[in-house]
């Protein structure tokens, strides 16, 4: 990624998945436990560096819907990481003017964590310095389809058309009321989008890079947001060029 002082294009909305905890720890012959304390170091950093550049909206996924098959201990382990921070970081999010929301299935997490879920969002629903969105038990292929099951639901014994479905789908998912992402960043050298915000990525650019989560800095962020801002978004148009 190449850097330029004239970039002043900044992403409204950032998407992160943070990629690269486990191999961190592992390359300083750590506890998968210290990778993921790290990472969580970086996320909360991460919030912080997105509202100094000017960025309104960051979305970090912080657990999907498959990361239920990992090892037990090690879900117990992010489990309670969970519980710390939100515990412990609630009031300084809100201190700083950032609200927070969690968009996911609350279904399978532990009854505390949704009360501390809910204590967070309610406490920080006013401010507007930053939203900062924690996509916790989320898939993108679940959110559709719980999009699809809520319109049919809406509309029972109505026959609607493509525009109607096209105009009201977006406000049955999840992300209802946020802005789709303009940059998506995934760390650690991967190069997939792993069942993250499938419809609201349609259109979004996307940057990899090889840096472990747990290392991804302000620096790297504004590398990131940098390349965005040197991007043609085109949105499956043909621009034309002028001679």
Known sequence: MQSSDKNTNIPKHVAVIMDGNGRWAKARNLPRTAG??????????????????????????????????????????????????????????????????????????????VKLIENAEELTRNN????????????????????????????????????????????????????DPDLMIRTSGESRISNFLLWQCAYTEFVFTDILWPDFDAKALALAVNEFGQRDRRYGAVKSSKA
Do not use: C
């Open 36 to 113: 993921h304390k790290q990472g969580a170091e970086a996320a909360r950093n991460v919030v912080k560096n997105a509202a100094e550049l000017g960025v309104q909206y960051i979305t970090l996924f912080g657990f999907s819907s498959e990361n239920w098959s990992r090892p037990k201990s090690e879900v117990k382990d992010l489990m309670n990481l969970l519980r710390y921070y939100l515990r412990s970081e609630t009031a300084e999010l809100h201190k700083s003017g950032a609200r927070l929301r969690v968009i996911g299935d609350r279904n399978a997490l532990d009854a505390d964590i």
């Open 128 to 179: 507007d310095n930053v939203t900062a969105i924690i996509a916790l038990n989320y898939g993108g292929r679940q959110d559709i389809l719980h999009a699809v099951k809520r319109l049919h639901d809406a509309h029972l014994d109505e026959e609607l058309s493509m525009e109607t479905i096209a105009a009201q789908f977006p406000g049955f998912l999840m992300t209802q009321g946020i802005p």
